[in-house]
């Protein structure tokens, strides 16, 4: 089977384009409806990857279909080019982190041609570029002017051998991944940007927007707000207590200890009063060297009793002990909880696992009982419940009353006082009320630490005064220039900017004697939480961007991205819009109008690709034997593009592919200039261009492509194609395969670029009238043809049928007792005979 020259036409016509400058977007065009397309801009890894293919090559298709469509489309690509692979290139093979990064870069520009997507590089971003940094770094100071950029102490985990912090996911089971050594946590000064401050604001505005629901969800889990009450429990005899925050300000009667984070501040307070207090810093030791999510996973409990420390319970009056357990973390709510065993899981395991703690019951389930999910039925009545259901319910009842069982739902207070017979939902508030409680709503959402004690970075744009004092760095002085006379490899407690001595004389200089830097960098986060404005701008000298362009441009159309940045990414970007907003520094509130998240592609084994598994798959071989065209249509084939999933590559599908794009390019052998089109291929032409239309608008490319074959099918029946519908086959076969359909494009005769034809309109009428002949049947005999839209109800065809003068006689003016339709293929009327 004869195939066409991929190489030659892909090289062709990636030239031609170039040469005609298809793809850059006059931004301040007022005759065109602008449309702002982002795909997240990748990190220059330095090899292209299938998943740079899936997320560019694909997107890439939506932009080709909506600048046909007459729109002004922005399709801008940049770098995200600061982090620690260049860091971890220096120190193993003592390369130079810019040299390396830029060369990477060089690299990807090259294969991100090859994909043949319609870019526009001449608003190309590199974030580590001093002429955006120096952005990044006004921006931070306008943050921290603003006093959401600050310094607090913060737990880090630390490496004592590589003498460096470790970031959480390098704590592999208490241990240094590099080395191995066991990991301490250290309290050490850092910058935080103050994201809680927008938590209610980044729920409420996250509602309007037109994302899938489980994006929105992930989000909400992420900033975690909960309701509930500040309550007090104060040491006797002394002038201190316990804060703790609880979602359970009902069950306050069933507190029998307290539980505070091994890294509670109380606890070096108390220290001299805490009779077993080897014990105690033994455990805290222990705690250190776990990271928090261990801690939060359900494993056995462990804890400590502070000997000779108790507490009061301001419902009972009566004292309780304080333990130290690692289930409580430091960071969240007051880093103390009360523990009520009989209503909490945690505490139900962590009170029998420590046997002397009481489990007192407060609520009584009540009616609920009666819909207790059947495990914990099973669990009360070992084995024979099936038939015993009633007795069964019977005894957890009992169980749950006698604290035997614990119960998390609601009720009716038992235990409680002069509460007790009260709703406990309703109760609440009247019980934060008796204990001198406060109602406080908390966030799971932590404020964003953006210093990072690393090089390759953008510098802090910070200086410190002889008293110590943090002063942002004035603009004039920017871009706040990465040294380059930096020792790489971490040896010190210190961050690798303090081995530049250029650095600190730049500060004595500038600033004077007893000032110096910030030797810290921000985390690349920052980098990409405001780059999709300077696309609007780059060249900008005098300002981040351009408010006339801004609000034209923003909030960007759709944004296609990863699922992995469905958190941290795209809230960290919403957050500090939304900063920027307030200080009217932006002009929207919300950076994104529409997101998608695309799946994965897997190995062809259904496996992640990765090196050590021998299953991965590089694009640049696909391409050089297949062609660009075939690899992008397959990508965009294999499933739908805004949703989760999972697509393994499979390569018999790309050569599949191929053999389809084959079959498109001998199609040209049928065109003839005299050739007539017949109903039936005009009306599949319609529904083609409204499949593909519609399809395209929400990113499910692969039925679009589907439509596409099924229309080949029928143009490969005709002997003769009229070129018109020769040339709207190509157009909307473009944005898929646009080498191809450029190529074909000429060699039909066709003028320019097949860029530039504009997207077909279906007919309306021949939309509507598709019909399709049926066959009118009166008692099971065969009376006639009608002509219907497949989508006829039942009512129309019947009218349609009476048309036949035939039927209507035979019915005779009556209604049919009974009628039998199967659209598209058979209606049968049952008259009475
Ligand atoms: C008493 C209680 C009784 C609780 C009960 C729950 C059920 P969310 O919903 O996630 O906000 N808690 C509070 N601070 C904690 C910390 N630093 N580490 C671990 N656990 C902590 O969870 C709030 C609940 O988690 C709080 O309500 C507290 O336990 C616990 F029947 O207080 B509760």
Not at 254 to 272: F, I, Q, R
Not at 582 to 589: E, G, I, Y
Request: aromatic share 10%.
């Amino acid at each position: 089977m004869e195939r066409y020259d991929h190489q030659k036409i892909e090289k062709d016509a990636q030239e031609k384009w170039a040469s005609l400058n298809l793809y850059q977007a006059d931004l301040s065009d007022e005759t065109k409806e602008p449309y702002y397309l982002l795909a997240e801009f990748p990190y220059p890894s330095g090899d292209l990857h299938i998943g740079h293919w899936y997320a560019f090559a694909v997107t890439d298709i939506y932009a080709r279909v909506l600048r046909a469509q007459g729109k002004n489309v922005l399709f801008p690509i940049g770098f995200d080019a600061f982090g620690l692979p260049a860091e971890n290139a220096a120190i193993k093979h003592g390369l130079d982190p810019k040299e390396w990064t830029y060369k990477n870069m060089d690299r990807m520009r090259a294969q991100l041609r090859s994909m043949g997507a319609s870019f526009d590089w001449s608003k190309e971003v590199v974030t580590c570029d001093p002429s955006y940094y120096q952005w990044t770094q006004w921006l931070f100071t306008k943050l921290f002017e603003q006093g959401l950029a600050e310094r607090k102490k913060a737990a880090v985990k630390w490496c004592p051998k590589d003498q460096t912090v470790l970031a959480n996911e390098q704590v592999i089971d208490g241990c240094c991944e590099r080395c191995g050594t066991e990991v301490e946590e250290r309290q050490l000064i850092q910058w935080f940007l103050k994201i809680t401050d927008y938590a209610e604001r980044l729920l409420t505005d996250l509602e309007p927007l037109p994302w899938r629901e489980e994006i929105k969800d992930a989000q909400r889990a992420w900033i975690g707000k909960s309701d509930g009450a500040k309550l007090t429990f104060s040491i006797p005899n002394t002038d201190q207590s316990v804060e703790v925050f609880t979602t359970r300000p009902d069950t306050i009667f069933g507190v029998t200890y307290v539980v505070l984070a091994p890294e509670h501040p109380l606890v070096e307070a108390l220290l001299p009063k805490i009779k077993n207090a080897d014990t105690v810093l033994s455990y805290i030791a222990e705690t250190k060297k776990k990271t928090e999510r261990e801690r939060s996973e359900n494993k056995e409990k462990t804890g400590v009793v502070l000997e000779g420390i108790s507490v009061l319970n301001p419902a009972t009056q009566k004292t309780i002990p304080v333990y130290l357990a690692d289930y409580v973390l430091a960071s969240y709510g007051t880093g103390a909880v009360m523990a009520v065993p009989a209503h909490d899981e945690r505490d139900f395991e962590f009170a029998i696992k420590m046997q002397t703690l009481p489990i007192v019951n407060v609520i009584d389930p009540g009616d609920a009982i009666h819909s207790m999910p059947v495990t914990i039925l099973r669990a009360a009545h070992e084995g024979s419940y099936e038939n015993e259901m009633v007795q069964a319910r019977k005894l957890l009842h009992e169980r749950i009353l006698s604290g035997r069982e614990y119960y998390l739902g609601t009720g009716t207070l038992v235990n409680s006082g002069e509460f007790s017979g009260r709703n406990s939902e309703e109760a609440k508030d009247d019980l934060i009320a008796f204990v001198g409680g406060e109602k406080k709503t908390q966030y799971r959402l932590r404020d964003w630490l953006v210093s990072r004690q690393r090089y390759w970075g953008c510098p802090i744009p910070v200086v410190y005064d002889p008293d110590g004092k943090p002063h942002a760095v004035p603009s004039e002085h920017l871009p706040w220039i990465l040294p380059t006379d930096v020792n790489v490899t971490p040896n010190g407690s210190e961050a690798p900017l303090a081995s530049s001595k250029e650095l600190k004389e730049r500060v004595i200089k500038i600033f004077g004697e007893g000032w110096t830097p910030e030797y810290d960098t921000l985390d690349t986060f920052v980098d990409s939480s405001w780059y999709f404005s300077r696309y609007l701008d780059v060249k900008n000298e005098h300002h981040f961007s351009d408010m006339a362009m801004m609000k034209k441009w923003l909030p960007v159309n759709r944004y296609s991205g990863g699922s992995e940045h469905t958190t941290m990414h795209l809230l960290y970007a919403r957050f500090f819009t939304k900063a920027l907003y307030d200080l009217a520094l932006v002009p929207t509130a919300e950076p994104f109008i529409e997101r998608f998240n695309r799946g994965l592609i897997m190995g062809p084994d259904g496996q992640k690709m990765s090196k050590s598994k021998g299953n991965v798959i590089n694009p640049d071989d696909v391409v050089s034997e297949l062609g660009a065209d075939s690899v992008r249509t397959y990508l965009a084939f294999i499933g739908p593009y805004n949703e989760p999933g999972s697509y393994p590559w499979k390569p018999e599908g790309v050569v599949a592919m191929r053999k389809f794009l084959d079959r498109v390019s001998r199609l040209i052998e049928r065109v003839a200039d005299d050739a007539k089109t017949p109903l039936s291929i005009q009306r599949a032409l319609a529904q083609a261009i409204q499949k593909v239309t519609d399809d395209s608008h929400r990113f499910k490319f692969n039925t679009a492509i589907a439509a596409l074959m099924t229309f080949l099918n029928q143009l490969e029946k005709e002997d003769a194609l009229s070129v018109e519908v020769y040339r709207n086959y190509l157009i909307l076969l473009t944005p898929f395969a646009p080498h191809l359909c450029e190529y074909l494009w000429s060699t039909s005769g066709g003028e320019g670029s097949v860029n530039n034809a504009p997207w077909p309109e279906p007919s309306a009428e021949l939309l509507t009238h598709t019909s399709i002949e049926l066959a009118v049947q009166v008692n099971g005999k065969l009376k006639g043809l009608i002509s219907a839209s497949p989508e006829a109800t039942e009512d129309d065809v019947v009218a349609l049928a009476r048309s036949l003068p035939v039927v209507e006689q035979l019915l005779a003016s009556g209604a049919p007792k009974r009628v039998i339709y199967v659209p598209g293929k058979i209606l049968n009327l049952v008259v009475p005979r």
